[in-house]
């Protein structure tokens, strides 16, 4: 009965076959993939569980985000920044390149759709994935089936919140760094910022200019590095020194510049981890931190360095350290996480953390037509890098299925059905 139950229940479903690949995530990732794939005639479906676009630059980031990297190691494949942009973008001219590249290669991703469950069918040799579609009022159960599947939903998709005893007993405001857009509701209160990496580093610079008084938590050790070295990006320069060095060099040169020009940073409470910036980058997806003004308020005082939290209070936390401080807010910048695991079922490409097990840059292609692209721990470089590979691959498969010779107009392999 269960089963007939359940065929019932499939029937009842609308469903659509997918003329291509279907991409899950209209964010730079997926934008990418379907870029290059309409540069190759191969139709796509791109499935958005937001409104817009970039949802995480749009409805997720601070007023005054801009690129932490130079806009050369930022762009997407096949459409570079417009010239007049500065090296390092804003937050809204980033979006706006986001929406040009989109118009530019006619991606128009289908919003408000919030996939359930993706699991491959042996039984059909092709990947069947459940989504809600429509808003909450009136959803709309559809069923997509689908020979290739592209996993786009990246890094960030959804916010890392830690577990941390007496939390609920707090009296103030606890936001993810997700929620925050600007310091001036926070002008002249006492404001605890957990978390030393670039969002954290930056959060509490802002509070600064709106005249708060931030404290930032610091639990482990983090590089620190300046963020241009004689003018030149820091990364741009760790770039061209890893054509000609070993990686191990390249930190050591990297380390002992940040000190000549940064100073001891222990004595502020913030400790180096003992693996370099690059490898520790490569091996543990641990961001440097590039200072834009944050350590200069740290050695003033106007920022207050402090070690892990023990526990929370009524009005604030007793630190690791025995001390008590007082806040009358509280800032979460712990990051974000991958949501894969959560319904990608039935796979061994990616590992519980929802990362794939084959590191970059082999680590875009799974079996039975699985891609993963913006998993690379390596930023927008690295999701173009993959977004090309995948392109190329199912383009490369498309062409001999449909015996085509030559690049055409995307064009309708399978006609599209709804039950």
Known sequence: MAHLSDMEHLFKRRSKWVNGPLIIGAGPSGLAVAACLRDHGVPFVILERTDCIASLWQKRTYDRLRLHLPKQFCQLPKMPFPSYFPEYPTKSQFIHYMESYAKHFDINPQFNVTVQCAKYDDTCGMWRVRAINGDKKKPVEVEYICQWLVVATGENAECFVPEIEGMKEYKGSVIHA???KSGEVYQ?????????????MELCLDLCHHNAY?????????HVLPREILGISTFAISVAMMRWLPIEVVDTILVSLARVMLGDLERYGIKRPKMGPLELKGREGKTPVLDIGTLG?????????????QRFTHRGVHLVD?????ADAVILATGYRSNVPSWLKGNDFFAKDGFPK??????????CGL?????????LAGASHDAVCIAQDISRIW?????????TKACHRRCISET
């Open 178 to 180: 997700a929620e925050y």
């Open 188 to 200: 002249g209160k006492q404001v605890l910022v957990v978390g030393c990496g670039n969002s954290g």
């Open 214 to 222: 931030p404290t930032m938590v610091v639990r482990d050790s983090v």
């Open 297 to 309: 308020k740290i050695k003033t005082g106007e920022i207050k360095v402090v070690p892990g939290i």
């Open 322 to 326: 025995g001390r008590v401080v007082d």
């Open 358 to 367: 084959v590191p970059f840059p082999n680590g875009w292609k799974g079996r």
């Open 371 to 379: 891609y993963a692209v913006g998993f690379t721990k390596r930023g």
């Open 399 to 407: 062409r001999q299925e449909t015996k085509q010779d030559k690049h």
